[in-house]
Antibody, heavy 122, light 113 residues
Framework: EVQLVESGGGLVQPGRSLRLSCTAS????????MSWLRQAPGKGLEWVGF??????????DYATSVKGRFTMSRDDSKSIVYLQMNSLKTEDTAVYFC?????????????WGQGTLVTVSS | DIVMTQSPDSLAVSLGERATINCKSS????????????LGWYQQKPGQPPKLLIY???TRESGVPDRFSGSGSGTDFTLTITSLQAEDVAVYYC?????????FGQGTKVEVK
């Protein structure tokens, strides 16, 4: 059974950093691209970024709103994908979801974690 | 960025009746080399993560009931629930993965009348 479990959320002050983790199980993690998405309280969905598998050089891409501040990385030996968030802003407050991209078809999010809440506030 | 606009914002339908949600993209999401529309639909129930329903505009995800169907091409798409069930109460999002930044519609809330 595919499972994705996010962790690392919490309350953080504006300008500070936070690192989220997503631990995967139930599939061959290294074969898949992974994405992070977020949802501000009471709002819609926003894609944050993706990281390709190592077979595609682990390249990344990000939403304009987080480019230069957020960085994704992966540790295939541990089946974990990370989201390093720097220079956090109040508008980054959201539930952050980790998702698996369909094999060979990035952009199709076939499994999602339950999410972890990040609150940016002084 | 490609802007995705859904209509209506909310919809109340009687049980067993048809629900129709529209999605319009600000530019085409039809890729000319493979004739695929890079358009998906997700369902999100309260307190849950989204669930993939449809991809390539009309391909139903495994395990999704056949009362859910997607149609359309280019810039105009539709999600249809042919016979609304109580468990279909949710917010539905269209999503384009034609080009980054991938973007979502604002969501359509479906309720029982």
């Amino acid at each position: 059974e595919v499972q994705l479990v996010e962790s690392g959320g919490g309350l953080v002050q504006p300008g500070r950093s936070l690192r989220l983790s997503c631990t995967a199980s139930g599939f061959t993690f290294g074969d898949y691209a992974m994405s992070w998405l977020r949802q501000a309280p009471g709002k819609g969905l926003e894609w944050v970024g993706f990281i390709r598998s190592k077979a595609y050089d682990g390249t990344t891409d990000y939403a304009t709103s987080v480019k230069g501040r957020f960085t994704m990385s992966r540790d295939d030996s541990k089946s974990i994908v990370y989201l390093q968030m720097n220079s956090l802003k109040t508008e980054d407050t959201a539930v952050y979801f980790c998702s698996r991209d369909r094999l060979g078809l990035i952009g199709i999010f076939d499994y999602w974690g339950q999410g972890t809440l990040v609150t940016v506030s002084s | 960025d490609i802007v995705m606009t859904q209509s209506p914002d909310s919809l109340a339908v009687s049980l067993g009746e048809r629900a129709t949600i529209n999605c319009k993209s600000s530019q085409t999401v039809l890729y000319g080399s493979n004739y695929k529309n890079y358009l998906g639909w997700y369902q999100q129930k309260p307190g849950q993560p989204p669930k993939l329903l449809i991809y390539w505009a009309s391909t139903r995800e495994s395990g999704v009931p056949d009362r859910f169907s997607g149609s359309g091409s280019g810039t105009d798409f539709t999600l249809t629930i042919t016979s609304l069930q109580a468990e279909d109460v949710a917010v539905y999002y269209c999503h384009q993965y034609y080009t980054t930044p991938w973007t979502f519609g604002q969501g359509t809330k479906v309720e029982v009348k």
